[in-house]
């Protein structure tokens, strides 16, 4: 990246000069950021001398850091900026008034609304009138025709208000995802050293001179200078494209750019740039820029495309740019300008992009509004047609008349008329409120799971995750406490039930064990006094070394005196724990030049490198491996199936006379260790753990334990929380098993067999990160059951991150999960409870209902109100209800409905039955009695009150009108009764099981209450004074009473359908699939690999249902907004990402976890797995390479047509880094795999494929 000019950067540098205040200005330390390595180091040198220097010049302190004084950090905030990127201005009302306009059906109605306007002002001379025909005719007196009118301004009013309440709904939403974007990011806090005291503040106060703690899991702040630093390894691959985690040392480089992830060790920083300073702020700026050229752009794309694939070379700035929108903003792997390659890779990433996720929900959804806009277009087209027909029959073969010149308005008047009449029974059938409900019902569900300490990330988690059928849950924190406490200990050759009494360990063998304990614990872990008096002490940092530094406390020392004694910049190594290691070591130089090591860590893996033991009376003797196995047998195995954690503390002496051993190779520091104790930690479980465990299981969700500890542990806790129940047939394994189990000869995974060991498997117990993926993934690809599984995943640590991203929904802790961990999640666990899971799927399910509640309720409506008009259309020459009523009929059922069928609150007797899983459909046998039940009910009184309705009210017929008639009792009453039966429907659609009692639980939704009230109210309002706008005439009392008797029936019949068994009516037919892989015909999958997005409204598109599909673009628009999650909704599809782009922090910060390049350095716990490593590679092409972009630009073998499964974020298919070797030996390796692999990459949630292998 230093090879980059950002001269174009504008409006980012604050430029001044500020030497009188610091010794060094803010281009100078930008320009310092842009160096790497040995470059920087040398700058440094020369410039500052070294880092103090540095930190001189910018008056801070490596130990104290900044004073934390307002006035000071004011002044550095003017001088160096604040760390923010100044967000991107949301749309203004008037922006999403302009795109609710967009909407096609809703331009077809004002341009016919202004015709008709235009028209009714022309007066044909009155005695030429009687030459065109009957229906122009007997217009009464002058000012009723006067008032013709008011037809054509009543529609252009209805539509100002749905625009209106269309453009506040999504103002309001967007305002909601801002509010809950500022509270993740406030959430986001970094620990730093002010006045000489540790302190935690929020990321956006971060300033330039700040002294940083960064440590194991931690996302940058801001980009810096290390000061000090213990085995700090960073993965920058956010930022270079290197998967490679890379090491950082104050001697050869210690450059920390914001945005990276601290992938090992700790360390301090000065922070040097923040903000739009820093280097994520200045791809930020760079973004910006390649904005205001996104128009023109837009419109290159096309012709670019056709070129591209025949010139690769484009100018690199375009390039760059393009590629800030391609990639997320986690992949921006910037490039040098001009690069070929960069062109290259982004060609080949086309090939491979994968397709913008959709949730279940929204595929389903997409899918049944297309077929039910298609139905309504196709009645609206008949209905138009034989209002034409009928009228030329009628007027000139009937009455025999020829065609006047003057005649011709009037003629076009009625056409206008009957056109008028077709575009509101197509307005009527297009379901807009499907997205509308789905959006409310969602972002309601978001709010309130705040509540229920779930902070949502993405929207469609909350949904999926009411399909979850399986749980992989973490053990430590999540079904336990995280309070962990020694409560046994193996010391001085006894083991001791309790905590010992101090005198009776040998006082050599004590002070050994506390200083281990306090140099080898972070520095960061502390034990704190209780807030509350009387309250346990706080534990702060790793929970296991708060243990053991209580245990300390509770051997009456105090490890304090020990750490000031020896702060931590006098540890001479620290090897810091990791999964692989499954250790912590730190040495310490003593004072006569011998070094000391002291080593922590899981038992039964230290214990076998040590071959000492420390005895009663404080002296070492022998530990043989059958010593070993003694201890195993009679100390750690009980202490385990209590459910203990087992944690062997061990030291190691290199005397002077060896010399400086090799500190580089670990396996043989780390060995020939003296045992000084074991002691088991208590975690115990959290009490509302099995309770929520019990509830997961009646509702169809299997929970499984999937942890680090070792099995006996794990085995405990499981039964403590109800995982396992006695007498039942259950696996619990081990990691190194599970890998046993799941290769076959050559070492490769294979599905079959991970599906013999998943039904079964209830803990896994000792496991790696890549276990748990593998897991997570062999779950997810599986076949064996009918249904398709839906895996929530819980992770807190870093190396969770790959399979917090491959499950459904990742739960990630709020309280113990990294950065790293929170980022690769979709909901975040504020309170790290397990119970909350079960608040989560709760909600999850009530989405659901919700939705389909509203689809029972909305189609009814639809299929009505469409029959009426048509049927009414072809036998009286006129649509009964008129276009403003169809108007006012289609807000009630959309907007308001949605409104108050979306915001049903959850009851706990949705977790009485099974998950839906992803092939239901939106529509049960159940609902679709309700809604054809409903209908028929519906239909015989419209028509009966239509073609008898005069007779029966005794009032004047209201059927073939002339066209500019005043509004007649009869059609008021029509039309009255059909409003308010919808409005008694709407109670019953309250439930959809077919239930019986439709007023349970009515009055805990207000929202529900309000609405209906309120619609009533308006409905009198309109039927009593609305007049000739409405076409509507004030009725009396008696004719109310039967208006409302007669809405009132369809309570009474909804309860007749309610008795009639679904199963006895086979003919009825479910709606709202997914759509099976199977139904797409290969030719189009073919076409369709061209198309960036693969979506089933645009496969109808290709079918040629272009008009129709224009007329849904405000389902589209919505649905954008339902993803607007994904950015609050920008321009810029690139960055379409749950991160708005307003924090710093949150930039770049999805790793894409490339398993395929990481797998490798993860050696397998134990070493003999070692073998095992390189077919893992192969094997684990991802599911997001199904196809991998072969290293030449030869079209792919395959085409891939499924969405990846894995992020909703498009991401790097292959490390991109400029050097593209990497890349093609790759794809080499990769290819003979490819057509295995592209059938399956199941869990797309947008396709519920079946996997069709």
Known sequence: MANNSYSGVKNSLV?????????????????????RGAEALGKIGETYGDTHGLCNRLKTSP?????????????????????????????TFLQLVWEALQDVTLIILEVAAVVSLGLSFYRPPDAEREHCGKAAGGVEDETESEAGWIEGAAILLSVVCVVLVTAFNDWSKEKQFRGLQNRIEQ??????????????????????????????????????VLIQGNDLKIDESSLTGESDHVKKTQDK?????????????????????????????????????????????????????????????????????KKAKAQDGAAMEMQPLNSDEGA??????????????????????????????KAGLVMSAITVIILVVLFAVDTFWIQNLPWVKECTPIYIQFFVKFFIIGVTVLVVAVPEGLPLAVTISLAYSVKKMMKDNNLVRHLDACETMGNATAICSDKTGTLTMNRMTVVQAYVAEKHYRKVPEPESIPSATLDILILGIAVNCAYTTKIMSPEKEGGLPRQVGNKTECALLGFAKDLKRDYQVIRNEIPEEKLYKVYTFNSVRKSMSTVLKMADGSYRMFSKGASEILLRKCYKILTANGEQKVFRPRDRDDLVKKVIEPMASEGLRTICLAYRDFPVSDGEPDWECENDILSGLTCLCVVGIEDPVRPEVPDAIKKCQRAGITVRMVTGDNINTARAIATKCGILLPGDDFLCIEGKEFNRRIRNEKGEIEQERIDKIWPKLRVLARSSPTDKHTLVKGIIDSTVLEKRQVVAVTGDGTNDGPALKKADVGFAMGIAGTDVAKEASDIILTDDNFSS??????????????????????????????????????ITQDSPLKAVQMLWVNLIMDTFASLALATEPPTESLLLRKPYGRNKPLISRTMMKNILGHGVYQLIIIFTLLFAGERLFDIDSGRNAPLHAPPSEHYTIVFNTFVLMQLFNEINARKIHGERNVFDGIFNNLIFCSIVFGTFIVQF???????????????????????????????????????????????????????????????????????????????????????????????????????????????????????????????????????????????????????????????????????????????????????????????????????????????????PEAPKATPSAPSSPLHSLETSL
Not at 189 to 196: D, L, Y
Not at 207 to 220: F, N
Not at 344 to 373: F, M, Y
């Open 15 to 35: 430029e001044a000069n500020h030497d009188g205040e610091f010794g060094c200005s803010l281009k100078e330390l930008r320009a310092l950021m842009e160096l």
């Open 63 to 91: 130990v104290d850091g900044l004073s934390g004084q307002p006035a000071d950090i004011e002044k550095r905030i003017t001088v160096f900026g604040q760390n923010l990127i100044p967000p991107k201005k949301p749309k």
């Open 187 to 224: 959430e986001q806090k970094f620990t730093v050293v002010r006045g000489g005291q540790v302190i935690q503040i929020p990321v956006a106060e971060i300033v330039v001179g700040d002294i940083a703690q960064v440590k194991y899991g931690d996302l940058l702040p801001a980009d810096g």
């Open 253 to 321: 480089d210690p450059m920390l750019l914001s945005g990276t992830h601290v992938m090992e060790g700790s360390g301090k920083m000065v922070v040097i740039a923040v903000g739009v300073n820093s280097q994520t702020g200045i791809i930020f700026t760079l973004l910006g820029e390649a904005e205001e050229d996104d128009e023109e752009e837009e419109k290159k794309k096309k012709e670019e495309k056709k070129k591209s694939k025949k010139n690769k070379k484009q100018d690199g700035s375009v390039e760059n740019r």
């Open 344 to 373: 290259d890779a982004e060609e080949k990433k086309k090939a491979n992009l994968p397709k913008k996720e959709k949730s279940v929900l929204q595929g389903k959804l997409t899918k049944l509004a297309v077929q039910i806009g």
């Open 837 to 874: 899971i079960v608040k989560a799927v709760m909600w999850g399910r009530n989405v659901y209902d919700s939705i389909s509640k509203f689809l029972q309720f909305q189609l009814t409506v639809n299929v009505v109100a469409v029959i009426v008009a048509f049927s009414g259309a072809c």
């Open 1021 to 1231: 309002v309109i039927v009593q004074f609305g007049g000739k706008p409405f076409s509507c005439v004030s009725l009396t009392i008696d004719q109310w009473l039967w208006c409302t008797f007669l809405g009132f029936g369809s309570l009474l019949w909804g309860q007749v359908i309610s008795s009639i068994p679904t199963s006895r009516l086979k003919f009825l037919k479910t709606a709202g699939h997914g759509t099976q892989k199977e139904e797409i015909p290969d030719e189009e999958l073919e076409e369709l690999d061209d198309m960036d997005e693969i979506d089933h409204a645009e496969r109808e598109l290709r079918r040629g249902q272009i008009l129709w599909f224009r007329g849904l673009n405000r389902i589209q628009t919505q649905i954008r907004v339902v993803n607007a999650f994904r950015s609050s909704i920008s321009l810029y599809e690139g960055l379409e990402k749950p991160e708005s782009r307003s924090s710093i922090h949150n930039f770049m910060t999805h790793p894409e976890f490339r398993i395929e390049d990481s797998e490798p350095h993860i050696p397998l716990i134990d070493d003999t797995d070692a073998e095992d490593d390189a077919p893992t590679k192969r094997n684990s092409a991802s599911p997001r390479n199904s196809t991998p972009p072969p290293p030449s630009p030869v079209p792919s073998p395959v085409p891939s047509p499924v969405p990846s499964p894995v992020t909703a974020s498009p991401p790097a298919t292959m490390p991109l880094s400029p050097n593209q070797n990497n890349n093609a030996v790759d794809s080499n390796h990769l290819l």
